[in-house]
Every structure is written in structure tokens, then in C-alpha cells.
């Protein structure tokens, strides 16, 4: 079974302030992927990043910066000089794979971000 | 591209009606899927489709029955609607192997 963890519920930081969100997974497949997801306010789901499990280069995108690291099975999300547009919900996702050889996610319960102006 | 639609955007329900979410895509992705997110929650697999004529359940797919007739359009079946089944439901499609695009959500309460 696969299982993902993030065990913040909530964090609230001073805008420019940078915030890293933690993300632990479980999975006993040797080929998964790793993705996270931003929930606006608004409620649509923003795809921000895919890792497969392959390639544990650190990525920077911007203010966005993600941590890979099989050993520890963790892929955190840092935000660098964070601004109040980042508040959001943000979810990490895991991949499966089913019968028919397709990934199908499994999230975590989310991370509720607050930056406070 | 509208990317993936939903509609309708809300409902309310009573206790034992039944109803259809639609849901549709124009990127002609193969793979097509069927979320629900309960407050404070993750989102849960409901029902998956790896292309025209083929579905598989997920996670959570009592209460709840899809067919894929077309590529493009992956409709989402409540009967008999429970208060349980109060939830945003998000419909989802992807290419191989690749990120999947959601579209906006529909907001259902059953009552």
C-alpha cells in the first residue's frame, strides 16, 4: 500500500520569510513518481512539479525549490521570499501504478499555508 | 484548449435522488479519473478510465458507477445520493505516464 504523509496541517509565516513543507511517502514499487499540487483559495488544483523516482537532483523553479531524497523517502517543498499569493493549500502526491500500467495518485492530507502581509 | 471541464459547478441534493457530474477534455488524453475531496482531506480516487470503454475502480467507489464511451467525456453517476457523498468532486485527465490537469471541481451537498 502506499502512503503519503505530511504532517504540518497548518503553517503561517511573515511574507518574505521562506517556509519549507514536508512531504514523507511510503511505497514498496521501485518506479513511482512524486508530485505536488497548489490549492488556491479559489479551489482549483495548480500542478507545480513531477519527480520520477529516478532522479534525485534537487529542482529549482524561481522561488520554488524541491528536495528528493530516497533514503529518507522525503520530497520537501521550500518557498524562498515568500509573497501572500503563495497562500494556498498544498498537497504531495505519489504515484501507483494499476493494472493497466498508469499512475494513480495518492495524496496527502495537505499542508494549509498562510503568509501574512 | 478549455483543458477539463466540469459541470455543474454546485448542487444540492436530497437524500436518495441521483444525478450525473459531467466531466470533459480536449487535450485527447487516454487516461481520464474521478477524485472526491472531503474537507481538511486529500483527494480520494473514485473511478479511473485508461481510454474509450475502459474503467476501473479506485479507492472509494461505492455509491458511484462511470462510463467512457468517448475519449473526450468521462461522466461521474451518484443513485441513490447519500449525505456521505457530500463533497468536492474533481475530475482529472493525463497523457501516459505524465501529470494530471484538473478541472475546477464540482461543489455537492446532499440533504
Known amino acids: 500500500a502506499q502512503k503519503v504523509t505530511q504532517a504540518q496541517t497548518e503553517i503561517s509565516v511573515v511574507e518574505k520569510e521562506d517556509v519549507t513543507l514536508d512531504c514523507v511517502y511510503e511505497?514498496?514499487?521501485?518506479?513511482?513518481?512524486l508530485f505536488w499540487y497548489k490549492q488556491p483559495p479559489s479551489g482549483e488544483l495548480v500542478f507545480l512539479i513531477r519527480?520520477?523516482?529516478?532522479?534525485?537532483q534537487n529542482e529549482i523553479s524561481g522561488r520554488y525549490s524541491w528536495n528528493f531524497q530516497k533514503s529518507t523517502s522525503s520530497f520537501n517543498f521550500t518557498i524562498t521570499a515568500s509573497q501572500v499569493v503563495d497562500s494556498a493549500v498544498y498537497f504531495c502526491?505519489?504515484?501507483?501504478?494499476?493494472?493497466?500500467?498508469?499512475?494513480?495518485?495518492?495524496f496527502g492530507t495537505g499542508t494549509r499555508l498562510t503568509i501574512i502581509p | 484548449n478549455a483543458g477539463v471541464t466540469q459541470t455543474p459547478k454546485f448542487r444540492i441534493l436530497k437524500i436518495g435522488q441521483s444525478m450525473t457530474l459531467q466531466c470533459a477534455q480536449d487535450?485527447?488524453?487516454?487516461?481520464m479519473y474521478w477524485y472526491r475531496q472531503d474537507p481538511g482531506m486529500g483527494l480520494k480516487l473514485i473511478y479511473y478510465?485508461?481510454?474509450?470503454?475502459?474503467?476501473d475502480k479506485g479507492e472509494v467507489p461505492n455509491g458511484y458507477n462511470v462510463s467512457r464511451s468517448t475519449t473526450e467525456d468521462f461522466p461521474l453517476r451518484l443513485e441513490l445520493a447519500a449525505p456521505s457523498q457530500t463533497s468536492v468532486y474533481f475530475c482529472?485527465?493525463?497523457?501516459?505516464?505524465?501529470?494530471?490537469?484538473f478541472g475546477p471541481g464540482t461543489r455537492l451537498t446532499v440533504t
Open positions: 482529472a485527465s493525463s497523457p501516459h505516464r505524465s501529470e494530471q490537469y
Open positions: 511505497t514498496r514499487d521501485t518506479t513511482y513518481y
Open positions: 519527480r520520477n523516482s529516478f532522479d534525485e
Open positions: 502526491a505519489l504515484s501507483g501504478v494499476s493494472n493497466f500500467g498508469n499512475e494513480k495518485l495518492t
Open positions: 487535450m485527447n488524453h487516454n487516461y
Open positions: 478510465s485508461v481510454g474509450a470503454g475502459i474503467t
